[in-house]
């Protein structure tokens, strides 16, 4: 099957003789993978990238216009009459147009679930773009006839006049530094003495943006910065111990890119970030700036959206989604911690981010940086083959120095709550000396299994192949994995005994014990279970940041680019799990991982101390790690990668299989295998590896199975790949079974 077949606009299409009729060819957010064709209504303009909104079936769909023909495949006694178009311009523009195909046929996914993942939620329900208004004060007609030094018996008021008078209006920025309450405000408002008026913001303009000096650079810094070139597109990679300054790094080339009054978009990890982020940036320029990310309201996102369209938004941050933005004059992307899981979408259209944003940077001509301390492999090897620009930190900003690290061997000692009696005096130590710690544990709840002492009897999720978590406070068991619970038991369903252990540690235990020992201290657990309401993360890392003595105890979501200056002891609980994955990336995920939450450590002027508990201290991986740094170990990683024939050497697909029976889900991969070999037989260049069942068998009461593809170029996974969406467009799946593609995929789970 043809590309242009699968899009349904096929070459051999006969034009229609009468000429009477426009196509348009519209993406709806519909799993198919194709454009649908309608009869746009006479007279009505249809431009390209505005909204329409599409009888289809007993449905009415907002879909994207992205053709406009005379002619179709489909008679036109078959075709449906549109209704007008929701846009009087292109609500998405070319640029967007083109990251959205590339997005569909790179990553196979049909191309109205990809416009359906890139438009805010109001505007995929038919909404106008709101933009916010600037809104200000000021004097009537009736305030513009008092004189100089009027309503002298009303100090405030008096004050709110005199500063009308001299600058003509005011907003709610210039009444909260003047102090003016909002009571008075009323008060004369009330008199008909004021107007609040509203106005559009104006789009950026060119000239410094900044509203803060700049920091004082060391030469590795300038020479980062020296080698940016703004006028067209290169990837930088920087990689930059942790600490270094790469922040002040990105602020700079942000500040010569809104000088030429064009916009940047920097992309982070979490939500979290957000706010910590946001205020720094807020402190250093005065040009608006927006955040994108799902913990906004519709309308919120909506807003932030249109600023950027237009140009009223100078900085756009963000996390993954936010590189479907449109941005009115693009002068740079920035990727920090680009080698975060969290950049890659692991369900519906799954896209990384960051490689969608190096393919944006191309097209629009414009630099690209990649930040971070722990790359990725796929980047250092870019990096390496000179395909990216690679500047390098090697030393702190500032007075800060390198944390000094120890690994304590803890085979056969005694652990209290996962803790060695050593780190337990070292954190009695720090808090002493009125510094803070910080205690890392990647695994939340209270313990990861529940184990019935007389029959070994497990709690087991009924719905996944994995064990139940015990969350001792909320008296349940919960699965990690789809969020199923239950009560906590109190005896063996097997043999009813009440003697049910817990074992092994998760953070709320750890929280437990450290409350024991450390009663006079503040206990700041942060994890998946602590965070999600909305603003609790911010809220927490409020606490933090009033500088107390407290301990800090979480998972991996504080290891993601948080600046802590009063932390001088990090805790790692356990530094083993990456060794002995079953996952080819699990070694450089350990390696991240322990180097990015020791980097939490002596940020500031005092000097910081790390302690890995671990029960294999003399790993090679681990010494390499720990004694020649984080770049050494992970060009150790790409020469095994390559010998294993892994990314980045080779390129991999998995086609994942779901189903209520396993066996039908094997069944449905092994005769495609077999299809697929008819058409691109295997080969040491394109290679088959399965079905098989996946790590985690069964998940949500489906039994998953994979077909893997590994290829040595791109070309040749694309082509596998088109064959793969023609199977699956021609097999018609029953409902019980349910398919889905991950092109590079990051989780093999």
């Given at each position: 099957?043809?590309?242009?077949?699968?899009?349904?606009?096929?070459?051999?299409?006969?034009?229609?003789?009468?000429?009477?009729?426009?196509?348009i060819?519209?993406?709806?957010?519909?799993?198919?993978?194709?454009?649908?064709?309608?009869i746009?209504?006479?007279?009505?303009?249809?431009?390209?990238?505005a909204?329409?909104?599409?009888?289809?079936?007993?449905?009415?769909?907002i879909?994207?216009?992205?053709?406009?023909?005379?002619?179709?495949?489909?008679?036109?006694?078959?075709?449906?009459n549109?209704?007008?178009?929701?846009?009087?311009?292109?609500?998405?523009?070319?640029?967007?147009?083109?990251?959205?195909?590339?997005?569909?046929?790179y990553?196979?996914?049909?191309?109205?679930?990809?416009?359906?993942?890139?438009?805010?939620?109001?505007?995929?329900?038919?909404?106008?773009?709101?933009?916010?208004?600037?809104?200000?004060?000021?004097?009537?007609?009736?305030?513009?006839?008092?004189?100089?030094?009027?309503?002298?018996?009303?100090?405030?008021?008096?004050?709110l006049?005199?500063a009308?008078?001299?600058?003509?209006?005011?907003?709610?920025?210039?009444?909260?530094?003047?102090?003016?309450?909002?009571?008075?405000?009323?008060?004369?408002?009330?008199?008909?003495?004021?107007?609040?008026?509203?106005?559009?913001?104006?789009?950026?303009?060119?000239?410094?943006?900044?509203?803060?000096?700049?920091?004082?650079?060391?030469?590795?810094?300038?020479?980062?910065?020296?080698?940016?070139?703004?006028?067209?597109?290169?990837?930088?990679?920087?990689?930059?111990?942790?600490?270094?300054?790469?922040?002040?790094?990105?602020?700079?080339?942000?500040?010569?890119?809104?000088?030429?009054?064009?916009?940047?978009?920097?992309?982070?990890?979490?939500?979290?970030?957000?706010?910590?982020?946001?205020?720094?940036?807020?402190?250093?320029?005065?040009?608006p700036?927006v955040a994108?990310?799902?913990?906004?309201?519709?309308?919120?996102?909506?807003?932030?959206?249109?600023?950027a369209?237009?140009?009223?938004?100078?900085?756009?941050?963000?996390?993954?989604?936010?590189?479907?933005?449109?941005?009115?004059?693009?002068?740079?992307?920035?990727?920090?911690?680009?080698?975060?899981?969290?950049?890659?979408?692991?369900?519906?259209?799954?896209?990384?981010?960051r490689?969608l944003?190096i393919?944006?940077?191309?097209?629009?001509?414009?630099?690209?940086?990649?930040?971070?301390?722990?790359?990725?492999?796929?980047?250092?090897?870019?990096?390496?083959?000179?395909?990216?620009?690679?500047?390098?930190?090697?030393?702190?900003?500032?007075?800060?120095?390198?944390?000094?690290?120890?690994?304590?061997?803890?085979?056969?000692?005694?652990?209290?709550?996962?803790?060695?009696?050593?780190?337990?005096?070292?954190?009695?130590?720090?808090?002493?000396?009125?510094?803070?710690?910080?205690?890392f544990?990647?695994?939340?709840?209270?313990?990861?299994?529940?184990?019935?002492?007389?029959?070994g009897?497990?709690?087991?999720?009924?719905?996944?192949?994995?064990?139940?978590?015990?969350?001792?406070?909320?008296?349940?068991?919960r699965?990690?994995?789809?969020?199923?619970?239950?009560?906590?038991?109190?005896?063996?369903p097997?043999?009813?005994?009440?003697?049910?252990?817990?074992?092994?540690?998760?953070?709320?235990?750890?929280?437990?014990?450290l409350?024991?020992?450390?009663?006079?201290?503040?206990?700041?657990?942060?994890?998946?279970?602590?965070?999600?309401k909305?603003?609790?993360?911010?809220?927490?890392?409020?606490?933090?940041?009033?500088?107390?003595?407290?301990?800090?105890?979480?998972?991996?979501?504080?290891?993601?680019?948080?600046?802590?200056?009063?932390?001088?002891?990090?805790?790692?609980?356990?530094?083993?799990?990456?060794?002995?994955?079953?996952d080819?990336?699990?070694?450089?995920?350990?390696?991240?991982?322990?180097?990015?939450?020791?980097?939490?450590?002596?940020?500031?002027?005092?000097p910081?101390?790390?302690?890995?508990?671990?029960?294999?201290?003399?790993?090679?991986?681990?010494?390499?790690?720990?004694?020649?740094?984080?770049?050494?170990?992970?060009?150790?990683?790409?020469?095994?990668?390559?010998l294993?024939?892994?990314?980045?050497?080779?390129?991999?697909?998995?086609?994942?299989?779901?189903?209520?029976d396993?066996?039908?889900?094997?069944?449905?991969?092994?005769?495609?295998?077999?299809?697929l070999?008819?058409y691109?037989?295997?080969?040491?260049?394109?290679?088959?590896?399965?079905?098989f069942?996946?790590?985690?068998?069964?998940r949500?009461q489906?039994?998953?199975?994979?077909?893997?593809?590994?290829?040595?170029?791109?070309?040749?996974?694309?082509?596998?790949?088109?064959?793969?969406?023609?199977?699956?467009?021609?097999?018609?799946?029953?409902?019980?079974?349910?398919?889905?593609?991950?092109v590079?995929?990051?989780?093999?789970?």
């Open positions: 099957m043809s590309r242009s077949l699968l899009k349904g606009t096929p070459n051999n299409a006969m034009p229609d003789p009468s000429h009477q009729h426009r196509i060819r519209v993406a709806l957010p519909v799993p198919l993978r194709k454009l649908f064709d309608y746009g209504e006479a007279g009505q303009d249809y431009p390209i990238g909204r329409v909104k599409v009888p289809f079936g007993p449905r009415q769909l879909g994207v216009v992205i053709e406009q023909s005379h002619q179709s495949e489909q008679t036109l006694a078959k075709l449906k549109a209704g007008p178009a929701l846009d009087d311009d292109s609500l998405v523009p070319e640029e967007i147009r083109q990251l959205l195909s590339f997005c569909s046929s990553y196979q996914c049909p191309i109205g679930e990809a416009y359906s993942t890139a438009l805010p939620k109001l505007l995929r329900q038919g909404e106008a773009v709101s933009l916010p208004k600037h809104e200000y004060l000021q004097l009537s007609q009736e305030g513009l006839g008092l004189p100089v030094g009027g309503l002298s018996k009303a100090r405030k008021q008096a004050a006049l005199s009308l008078q001299e600058q003509g209006k005011l907003d709610k920025t210039d009444l909260k530094r003047l102090c003016i309450s909002n009571s008075v405000v009323k008060a004369m408002l009330d008199k008909g003495l004021l107007n609040w008026q509203s106005e559009q913001l104006p789009t950026i303009a060119a000239g410094d943006q900044q509203k803060q000096a700049p920091l004082s650079l060391n030469e590795e810094q300038e020479a980062a910065l020296e080698q940016l070139r703004y006028q067209q597109f290169a990837c930088y990679l920087l990689e930059g111990t942790t600490g270094s300054g790469k922040t002040e790094v990105y602020l700079q080339a942000i500040a010569e890119v809104l000088r030429e009054g064009r916009q940047a978009l920097v992309l982070i990890p979490e939500i979290g970030l957000t706010p910590q982020t946001l205020g720094r940036f807020q402190n250093r320029f005065k040009c700036i994108i990310h799902s913990g906004l309201n519709d309308k919120e996102r909506l807003q932030a959206w249109g600023m369209k237009t140009g009223q938004a100078g900085i756009i941050i963000g996390t993954r989604s936010a590189i479907f933005t449109p941005l009115y004059r693009p002068g740079i992307i920035i990727i920090d911690e680009e080698h975060d899981l969290s950049f890659k979408q692991q369900d519906g259209v799954r896209y990384s981010g490689d944003a393919f944006r940077a191309k097209k629009a001509n414009i630099p690209i940086m990649l930040g971070t301390a722990t790359p990725s492999l796929e980047s250092l090897h870019n990096a390496i083959q000179g395909r990216y620009e690679h500047l390098r930190l090697t030393r702190r900003a500032g007075a800060a120095k390198p944390p000094a690290i120890s690994v304590e061997d803890i085979k056969q000692k005694t652990l209290i709550g996962g803790l060695s009696q050593n780190s337990l005096d070292s954190i009695a130590n720090t808090l002493a000396a009125g510094n803070q710690v910080l205690v544990l990647n695994r939340r709840g209270f313990a990861p299994s529940l184990i019935c002492h007389n029959c009897w497990v709690a087991e999720c009924r719905h996944c192949s994995a064990r139940m978590t015990l969350h001792k406070a909320q008296h349940q068991m699965c990690h994995h789809c969020e199923a619970s239950m009560a906590q038991p109190q005896q063996c097997d043999c009813f005994s009440r003697e049910l252990i817990s074992q092994g540690y998760g953070t709320q235990r750890s929280e437990e014990t409350q024991e020992h450390f009663p006079d201290t503040q206990i700041i657990r942060i994890d998946r279970d602590s965070t999600r909305k603003q609790a993360m911010h809220e927490l890392l409020q606490e933090v940041d009033q500088g107390q003595p407290c301990i800090l105890l979480g998972t991996q979501m504080l290891a993601k680019g948080h600046h802590f200056p009063n932390v001088t002891l990090v805790v790692i609980v356990d530094a083993d799990g990456g060794l002995f994955s079953g080819f990336r699990g070694p450089e995920r350990m390696g991240q991982l322990i180097t990015q939450v020791a980097g939490r450590a002596g940020r500031a002027e005092k910081g101390k790390v302690i890995i508990q671990s029960h294999n201290k003399d790993h090679p991986l681990l010494e390499t790690l720990l004694h020649k740094g984080y770049h050494l170990f992970a060009r150790q990683i790409l020469r095994e990668r390559q294993a024939y892994m990314p980045p050497y080779r390129h991999l697909a998995l086609l994942h299989c779901d189903a209520r396993g066996l039908q889900a094997e069944s449905f991969l092994q005769n495609m295998r077999q299809w070999e008819q691109a037989p295997p080969t040491p260049e394109q290679i088959y590896l399965g079905p069942a996946a790590p985690m068998e069964k949500k489906m039994y998953r199975y994979q077909l893997q593809f590994n290829c040595e170029s791109r070309r040749h996974m694309q082509q596998i790949l088109n064959l793969v969406g023609q199977y699956l467009d021609q097999s018609k799946l029953p409902n019980h079974i349910r398919c889905s593609l991950d590079d995929p990051l989780d093999m789970m």
